[in-house]
């Protein structure tokens, strides 16, 4: 199939843009027409593989006479409807694929279909997720399925929440969606929505207008026009403001932002991905989030598994980090022992992957032979070993408390490092400091 094109019978000039470049950035050839008199003439005028056709077009017999006669005189042509205010009365006598024009997601679904057989068709059914998405570590139940709702969500061109303790790897996952999606070649950036005051982190979002001295404005691209095409991951949605909250849901729903400063809407097109660790229907009670965003991004969303809950996982990912730092350093070290790799499995890693690689990390630093054990992990973790268990099932904030304790006690309170084997950041440090009353 060389010639890809798709024409759209719409009214909406704006719906007609944006879903024009989302197509040309599926490697579609979009057309667009305002009526069906022009439509026709493109039809005869060259081949298309797609019809897509606002029901507004289909309000009289006339209107059905002629979609008729495209049905009968274009057998190959595969037509689809659009749904606007008018779905409620409307009927579908053809019974063709109908999808609402304000969320396109089952239409992104449906649209892989018209993929080249190069591309898709020749994935055999023997191919693995494990072997499709091989960067993502483990084999159990749980990464298995994470797996396969990934390659079902990356063809989605709708916005992502990611929801997962501190540590799971949001950040990869997010990456991993954006890797498999239409937007691949476009760019990824990543933001940590607490590591701004809300002024600052307004600006890096939606980019500013300022005045200068002789009274002309200049312009500086915020993070949605600098990913224009690509895809933005914003780390703790949670720890952004209200007024910034507002914003996302417009550009999310209508692809258009004002900048600080600035007076003039912007259009640009670029996918959201949100993560948090934090529950946000409480963030929502407490009146610190949005109701209506919550429930935009929580349409499609993917919860990640703790390292605690996939413990078989524990000796791949110790090896793989054990494969990486041993190269980055230099060293010819292939072995972890049976005494070690059982003592990494009877952890409850608090801090998850992440935490994990830390270990390793260190461990290929100390390590001077060939294989690394027990005596190559830190104190604390020996000790928690035995002492940090949830058997005792306290409340999940002492639990926390007490490993923030642990972590500064060996970094000897060095926030920077504790942040780095927290996984957050220093501004989230302090946050939990502040609401624990530990010392600053």
């Not at 994935?123 to 990464?143: K, L, N």
């Not at 895809?231 to 914003?247: A, G, N, V």
Request: charged share 30%.
């Amino acid at each position: 199939m060389k010639n890809l094109n798709v024409l759209i019978l719409d009214k909406d000039p704006y719906f007609l843009e944006t879903l024009s470049k989302r197509l040309a950035l599926r490697k579609f050839q979009p057309f667009s027409s305002q009526s069906f008199s022009s439509a026709l003439s493109l039809l005869n005028s060259q081949q298309f593989v797609l019809l897509l056709l606002d029901t507004e077009f289909l309000s009289s017999q006339d209107d059905f006479n002629s979609l008729q006669q495209i049905v009968a005189t274009h057998p190959y042509l595969k037509i689809a409807l659009l749904t606007g205010k008018n779905k409620e009365n409307f009927s579908n006598p053809l019974k063709l694929p109908t999808f609402p024009k304000e969320d396109l997601r089952d239409f992104w679904e449906f649209l892989r279909s018209f993929q080249p057989i190069n591309i898709e068709e020749k994935s055999t059914e023997a191919e693995t997720p494990s072997s499709r998405i091989p960067w993502i570590i483990g084999e159990t139940p749980q990464i298995q399925e994470l797996k396969k709702k990934l390659n079902k969500i990356a063809v989605l061109d709708c916005p992502v929440l990611i929801i997962g303790e501190t540590g799971t790897g949001k950040e990869l996952i997010a990456k991993t969606i954006h890797r498999l999606s239409f937007r691949s070649k476009e760019k990824f950036i990543a933001i940590h929505c607490s590591t701004f005051n809300p002024e600052i982190l307004f600006r890096e979002i939606f980019g500013e207008e300022y005045q200068y001295s002789n009274q002309q404005t200049r312009k500086r691209k915020g993070l949605l026009e600098a990913v224009n095409n690509g895809t933005l991951f914003l780390h703790e949605i949670e720890e952004s403001p209200l007024m910034i909250q507002s914003m996302l849901l417009k550009f999310i729903e209508h692809k258009i932002f004002i900048p600080y400063g600035g007076n003039e809407e912007i259009k640009a097109d670029a996918r959201i991905i949100a993560a948090t660790n934090s529950n946000l229907q409480e963030k929502i009670k407490a009146g610190k989030f949005r109701e209506d965003l919550y429930y935009r991004l929580n349409a499609v969303s993917l919860e990640l598994p703790p390292l605690r809950k996939r413990k078989d996982d524990i000796p791949l990912l110790a090896y793989y980090f054990l494969n990486k730092y041993s190269k980055e350093f230099k060293k010819n070290i292939t072995k972890i022992s049976a005494q070690a790799l059982y003592k990494l499995k009877e952890y409850d890693f608090p801090g998850n992957v992440r935490e994990l690689e830390y270990l390793i990390e260190r461990a290929v630093i100390l390590a001077e032979g060939e294989e690394i054990d027990t005596i190559h992990f830190p104190s604390r973790f020996k000790s928690a070993m035995t002492s940090f268990r949830v058997d005792n099932f306290k409340p999940l904030a002492e639990i926390e408390k007490e490993y923030i304790l642990r972590v500064l006690n060996y970094t000897k309170g060095n926030k920077v490092e504790a942040a780095k084997i927290l996984g957050i950041s220093r501004t989230s440090l302090w946050r939990k400091l502040k609401n624990y009353n530990l010392p600053e």
